[in-house]
């Protein structure tokens, strides 16, 4: 079965230092990966997704996420947080040769402190 | 391009009220998808559908129905309404390959009480 987990409901950074928000996935089948954003009370936003190209992929606002199969991984990070990054991020998986499910995972709240 | 469209933004109902959340999207996308969001519990898919006349269930389909009659829209219906069904709901659509991503509607927020 598909599942995405990611591990941390909450993480505090300040500004200008390192993010990394981390979501490990299980799928028996090649999966695409994507990360979406939500600020309070809007929609959500693309930042980023895996396809099956380069395993290292490259993001808007500065976020990158590398896909590690042999660890069924694929962390969020950005080298130097921003005070307009707090929000809501959320891991997703889809395998288009299973059911078409598109899956989420629990959300990781970021706080940027001053 | 207006993309994937909720109606209506919000709404308050009274337990044992029913309603119909409007999702309809103008890309064509074989894909779509209703989820809920309720705090810290990020989106739980209620229910989807991979092509006109063909839906399933997801995670927390209970007290919900969905159709899929045209390509474009995908309505979701809950019945006899209860206070467990106050959230915020989201419809997505996407292409059936691997090299797109999902699109998502503004949201509907309900109220039961």
């Known amino acids: 079965a598909q599942s995405v987990t990611q591990l941390d409901s909450h993480v505090s950074v300040s500004e200008g230092t390192p993010v990394l928000l981390r979501c490990n996935y299980s799928s028996s089948y090649s999966p695409s990966l994507f990360w979406y954003v939500q600020h309070p009370n809007k929609g959500l936003q693309l930042l980023l997704k895996y396809t099956s190209a380069a395993t290292l992929v490259k993001g808007i606002n500065g976020f990158e996420a590398e896909f590690k199969k042999s660890e069924t991984s694929f962390h969020l990070t950005k080298p130097s947080a921003h005070m307009s990054d707090a929000a809501e991020y959320f891991c997703?998986?889809?395998?288009?040769?299973?059911?078409?499910?598109?899956?989420f995972g629990q959300g990781t709240t970021l706080q940027v402190k001053p | 391009n207006a993309g994937v469209t909720q109606t209506p933004k919000f709404r308050i109902l009274k337990i044992g009220q029913s309603m119909t959340l409007q999702c309809a999207q103008d890309?064509?996308?074989?894909?779509m998808y209703w989820y809920r969001q309720d705090p810290g519990m990020g989106l739980k898919l209620i229910y989807y559908s991979v092509g006109a006349g063909i839906t399933d269930k997801g995670e927390v389909p209970n007290g919900y129905n969905v159709s899929r009659s045209t390509t474009e829209d995908f309505p979701l219906r809950l019945e006899l309404a209860a206070p467990s069904q106050t959230s915020v709901y989201f419809c997505?659509?996407?292409?059936?390959?691997?090299?797109?991503?999902?699109?998502f509607g503004q949201g509907t927020r309900l109220t039961v009480v």
């Open positions: 997703a998986l889809w395998v288009s040769s299973n059911t078409g499910k598109l899956i």
């Open positions: 890309m064509n996308h074989n894909y």
């Open positions: 997505a659509s996407m292409w059936a390959r691997r090299e797109t991503e999902a699109f």
